[in-house]
């Protein structure tokens, strides 16, 4: 069965290029969350879309960082002027309900050099 | 006081042993708790739902304390593939959907 998906599973960037994430949850679920990871570190609250209702943002580090989600199923992560310090695994979860079981994908590794 | 707290680990146990983790959390209003497992350099992965009766699959038992505030997590006779990082979590009420809380995990080392 097709799980959530995410793509690139590596990257690797200059500081000052922008870089797209891209993630497709599981059919179905209407929630979906992006986290980031640092090595060794726990999960970091990025941003969570929900149906059509309008995103929490509230956990996006920088007004570089944007995300959207179309049709309501796959979602973009956008960063933009990449710096050094935004190299971590970026992780996309989907739920088929609020605050519900999460589904992880394999997450993205960026590495900006 | 963090909103999730788990017991700092690591665990380096012997096959075969016992071990067990506990998670504290502070909003008493925390809707669903979960175990998750976490493979190095992989992704989270669902362990098994904690329920206020408590609740068993296989050599695995979580419990929930709601008057105490805490969950916790119990292996009986551990196996080197258990070897990983757990992951605390705390669902809110539903119309907080967005602040699932994860705890910093604990590592758990299991040696032959």
């Known amino acids: 069965g097709a799980g959530v998906s995410q793509s690139p599973s590596n990257k690797v960037t200059e500081k000052g290029k922008d870089v797209e994430l891209r993630c497709d949850p599981i059919s179905g679920h209407t929630a979906l969350y992006w986290y980031r990871q640092s090595l060794g570190q726990g999960l970091e609250f990025l941003i969570y879309?929900?149906?059509?209702?309008?995103?929490?943002k509230s956990g996006l580090p920088s007004d570089r960082f944007s995300a959207e989600r179309t049709g309501g199923s796959v979602s973009t992560l956008t960063i933009q002027r990449t710096q050094q310090e935004d190299s971590a695994v970026y992780l996309c979860a989907s739920s088929s309900q609020p605050a519900g079981e999460l589904f992880f994908g394999e997450g993205s590794r960026l590495t900006v050099l | 006081r963090k909103e999730v707290e788990q017991d700092p680990g690591p665990f380096n146990v012997p096959e075969g042993a016992t071990v067990a983790f506990n998670c504290t959390y502070s909003n008493s209003a925390s809707q669903s708790f979960f175990w998750y497992r976490q493979d190095c350099r992989k992704e989270p992965k669902l362990l098994m739902s904690?329920?206020?009766s408590g609740n068993e699959d296989g050599r695995f038992t979580a419990q929930l304390n709601r008057a105490s505030q805490y969950i916790s997590l119990l292996i009986r006779d551990s196996k080197l593939s258990d070897s990983a990082t757990y992951l605390c979590v705390v669902n809110p009420p539903y119309s907080s959907a967005s602040k699932i809380i994860f705890g910093s995990g604990t590592r758990l080392s299991i040696r032959p």
């Open positions: 904690v329920y206020s």
């Open positions: 879309f929900q149906g059509n209702s309008a995103p929490d």
